[in-house]
């Protein structure tokens, strides 16, 4: 697909009736929103993921409908998109309204070919450009885009493409990992370690760093209106019950963010609950960073 043809594609998807979520510029600002047309695209990478499946909701409102939106992401966003559908989805019950919105719901990615961020370490897991977990996904060849397609979206200004293409998609995204520096994920965490008080002692539980990142996915319940919003493991109230507050101290939350991110993920689904992105130290305005954490605790390669 020629690049210039993008927003052509974009506004047949808007003629057909779907919504279109996308990097786009809004009150200065990049980030990602609804188009109204293909001409507000902008191939970039917003600070923050709109996560589409937090926001407050009323936990009976099963019979709401879900427009059919195309949402055009990023690799770890994508990535991020396939964590929460194991949690949500595959263990012994589905979260139904989850699984409705999800239903609606088509990703195109769009496979970075340079870091997004200096924060950034997808190298280090699922890498820019994916095998699966997309409906459509758009790797930058130079004045085209290589388009891979796992669903029946329609392949309007789009021309076959031989496996030459594929190999320049390939080595298109070689950028990402020549920037980026590695991050061993071979790591174990300990659980009286010091390093968790020296980064208490320095967060100032804004709550930015889980709200910035795509795979959080807790949230609170308000039991006066029966609906549940996005919640922060790091807010003193979280886990604040009518029998106490298990974790009072910061640093047991930190703790807790970490093992949760880094160990009981990992031990439950066999990865860590991360894809690299670097949001959450983006969004720290105390320099909290992840890659110190793996490795403070790296055991090497």
Request: glycine share 6%; charged share 25%; hydrophobic share 35%.
């Amino acid at each position: 697909m020629s690049k210039g043809d993008l927003p052509k594609y974009i506004d047949s998807l808007l003629g057909l009736g779907f919504r279109v979520i996308a990097p786009k510029m809004e009150g200065g600002s990049l980030v990602y929103g609804y188009l109204s047309s293909g001409s507000e695209f902008r191939d970039a990478v917003p600070a923050f993921f709109s996560k589409p499946f937090m926001g407050r909701e009323n936990i009976f409102s099963l019979k709401d409908e879900f427009p059919s939106t195309i949402y055009f992401t990023r690799s770890c966003e994508v990535a991020a998109v396939a964590m929460l559908d194991d949690v949500r989805l595959r263990g012994p019950f589905a979260d139904a309204i989850y699984l409705r919105k999800r239903k609606s719901i088509k990703l195109i990615n769009i496979a970075c070919t340079h870091s997004c961020s200096s924060k950034a370490f997808c190298a280090s897991l699922q890498g820019p450009r994916l095998e699966s977990g997309y409906s459509m996904q758009l790797t930058d060849v130079g004045d085209k885009y290589f388009v891979e397609m796992n669903d029946d979206l329609p392949i309007d200004h789009m021309v076959p493409a031989d496996k030459e293409w594929l190999s320049k998609a390939i080595n298109a995204v070689r950028g990402v990992y020549e920037e980026q520096s590695r991050v061993s994920m071979n790591y174990e965490l300990k659980w009286s370690d010091s390093i968790w008080s020296e980064l208490a002692n320095k967060c100032i539980e804004c709550g930015a760093c889980t709200l910035a990142c795509p795979t959080c996915f807790c949230y609170s319940m308000d039991y006066r209106d029966w609906s549940r919003q996005e919640d922060s493991c790091l807010w003193a109230g979280f886990t604040r019950m009518a029998g106490g507050n298990p974790r009072q101290s910061l640093d047991s939350r930190m703790r807790q963010r970490f093992y949760h991110k880094l160990s009981y993920h990992k031990d439950r689904y066999g990865y860590a609950l991360c894809t690299g992105c670097g949001r959450c130290t983006t969004a720290c305005p105390v320099d909290i960073d992840i890659r110190n954490v793996i490795n403070h605790f790296s055991r090497g390669d």
